[in-house]
């Protein structure tokens, strides 16, 4: 019994973490495109925005994955090694962001919340899953 009691607070703990970067995610998003996000994809139906910030999560989600799947033994470095690197793939997401921004005509930020969906919004987005695949490799 007290396995599943110690499991079950260690799944809370990580489930709590993994939680708190989702929002972090969505608030890097946010940040990086002009407007509200929410607005953008609850109010506006606007896919640029919702593939944007599905990408993100889906990444941070496999972050944190295999974060937990390849956890030490000892809970408290688990636990610090996921945030760690949850919090280095959301910096890793935004550079790359930024770094396609740079490279490509327009701004990215504002195709993102533009209504007519556009192809560079695939590539950004492919661009958050592969760095989140990267940080998950390096963790594994």
Known sequence: ?????????????????GLVLLILGIVLVDVLTPGKLGRQIWE?????AAVMLSSALIGIGGIVFTSIWTTYDDFGKGLAS???????????????????????????GA????????????????????????VSASIA
Do not use: E
């Open 44 to 48: 506006d139906r606007n896919r640029n």
């Open 111 to 134: 195709i993102v919340v533009d209504p007519q969906p556009h192809p560079a919004v695939w590539v950004t987005a492919s661009c958050n899953i592969a760095v989140a695949a990267i």
């Open 82 to 108: 996921t945030a760690a690197f949850g919090i280095l793939g959301l910096v890793l997401m935004a550079v790359a962001f930024l770094v396609v921004d740079l490279v490509t005509p327009g701004k990215l």
């Open 1 to 17: 019994m007290s396995d599943i009691i110690n499991g079950l607070g260690r799944t809370s703990a990580y489930g709590a973490l």
